[in-house]
């Protein structure tokens, strides 16, 4: 049987001729039929992956020269444009639409002999912590079917928690990578905003959103994001930086400078024994002889405010274009003009959690309360952006938890949102900033649950991310 444990080895496996691209298509289409309950992918590409797998076994034994991501099999969040491929965002609104592009980060994977296998199941346009937010229905942890894989990317995550691909892509714009990374117990980056062209992936909130990645091992994730980022003609917030080769420099031995707030490990809010694992962390790297030190941080308590009146104000602008006019869902009831038109449209196209963010979203921009909400939420986020950039003066990472707690049971929280926001207490830092992060896989709950350490770097700096995420995962192999 195909056991998948990195890219490398695969990739040696190919070359050595113990497997082809077309049986790893195979072996992973066999057990996304065997775990459809799980409910991760909205669509599998089968047909097509394995046509271009025996293509891409053909250019191999012809010795031709062979792409970075030679017959690797990826599954992509259904956010991603991917040309000639029905994208909706696991919404209605958005239901039988088809890509007439594909993303620059989707061509990317393709130039270099990426396979993609399907499209990955989501919360609506994105908005959610749970994966409950999907009109294709929610997907299930596969450590434990009755919790939830975490959200947004949730389809992602379990993909490649339950092997049902190699690698997959996520879009995180307040933790939508590294929290279901965390809650499924694999590695989920998100890079820095600019670092990844967002051409082509459905707009969020457009100052936070990133593409991320979701992989088993560090390497791995190194590699994908040196294919996919850098420079872009289509998206003017993209970086002209060069690019490094992430993937071929992840040694180093150095003492690292690291900060830790008080304030997020003594959070009422956080599990006693997640915080308890990360001390022990902490205080065994000091005694590696790394720089550990804690910082005051008096911001936690506003950037959630502030992340969700930003992205629900943005969110209400960037929805506005599904309309039933353009594209997708239309209401075949008729109306009484234009408005009641868009009206019956979009309450029947969008779900409730969509509904319920366009709606705050267009309330905090409104003219009599825009400098009450907007402004000050602005100026929270300007005064982070300090409060980071001071603090990278002085060390080289911030670790954090990932997450609040473990993977709650499904439903546990959909009557609750405010509850479900307050659990972002740690991810939407590094969006708002517009720093790198990853969470890294290594810790074991006592309900037999994995969780993750966050790890935030300076702008661009995703080579140390890259490099510590990955001394850690040696280092650390699984604790309990
Ligand atoms: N849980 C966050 C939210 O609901 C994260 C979303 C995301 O990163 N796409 O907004």
Do not use: W
């Amino acid at each position: 049987m195909f056991e998948f444990s990195s890219i490398e080895q695969y990739h040696q496996s190919l070359q050595e001729g113990n497997i082809t691209c077309a049986e790893a298509v195979a072996h992973y289409l066999e057990q996304i039929k065997k775990t459809g309950r799980l409910n991760a992918f909205i669509e599998v590409y089968e047909e097509e992956a394995l046509q271009k797998a025996r293509e891409l076994d053909n250019q191999r034994r012809q010795a031709r020269p062979l792409g970075k991501l030679h017959g690797v099999v990826i599954g992509i969040k259904d956010v991603l444009c991917h040309k000639d491929h029905l994208l909706t965002a696991s919404s209605k609104i958005l239901e039988g639409f088809t890509s007439i592009y594909s993303a620059t980060a989707i061509e990317r994977l393709l130039t270099e002999d990426a396979i993609i296998i399907g499209r990955l199941n989501c919360d609506e346009f994105a908005m959610g912590s749970t994966n409950e937010n999907s009109a294709y229905g929610k997907v299930l942890n596969a450590l434990d079917e009755t919790r939830i894989p975490g959200g947004s990317s949730g389809g992602s995550a379990v993909a490649v928690q339950a092997g049902l691909c190699m690698v997959s892509l996520g879009s995180d714009t307040g933790g939508s990578v590294r929290q279901p990374a965390d809650l499924c117990g694999i590695v989920g980056l998100k890079p820095t905003y600019g670092r990844i062209s967002r051409y082509g992936l459905i707009a969020y909130a457009s100052s936070f959103d990133q593409i991320g990645i979701f992989s088993k091992n560090i390497p791995d994730a190194a590699l994908l994001l040196e294919v996919m980022a850098g420079a872009d003609d289509f998206d003017s917030t993209v970086s002209e930086r060069p690019v490094e080769q992430y993937s071929s420099s992840l040694t180093e031995n150095k003492k690292y400078r690291i900060a830790f707030f008080n304030e997020a490990l003594d959070h009422p809010s956080l599990d006693p024994e997640i915080s308890k694992a990360m001390k022990g962390t902490l205080e065994d790297l000091r005694q590696k002889g790394h720089n550990v030190q804690p910082v005051e941080f008096d911001l936690l308590e506003y950037i959630v405010p502030a992340y969700y009146v930003l992205t629900t104000a943005e969110a209400s602008s960037n929805l506005s274009r599904y309309d039933g006019i353009k594209y997708g869902y239309r209401t075949p009831v008729a109306t009484d003009g234009l408005t009641e038109f868009y009206k019956e449209t979009r309450s029947k196209g969008f779900g409730k959690e969509v509904r319920r963010r366009i709606m705050l979203g267009t309330f905090v921009l409104s003219s009599g309360y825009y400098d009450a909400y907007f402004t000050r939420a602005q100026k929270v986020r300007k005064l982070l952006y300090e409060k980071i950039k001071l603090i990278f003066n002085q060390f080289d990472f911030i670790f954090l938890p990932t997450t609040p707690a473990i993977a709650f049971r499904i439903g546990e929280k959909m009557t609750d949102p405010i509850s479900m926001y307050l659990a972002d207490i740690y991810t939407v830092m590094a969006n708002l900033a517009g720093i790198p992060a990853i969470s890294v896989p290594l810790y074991t709950h006592s309900s037999g649950m994995p969780f993750g350490l966050q790890v935030l770097s300076g702008r661009f700096n995703e080579l140390s991310l890259l490099r510590v995420s990955n001394k850690l995962m040696e280092q650390y192999p699984k604790q309990k």
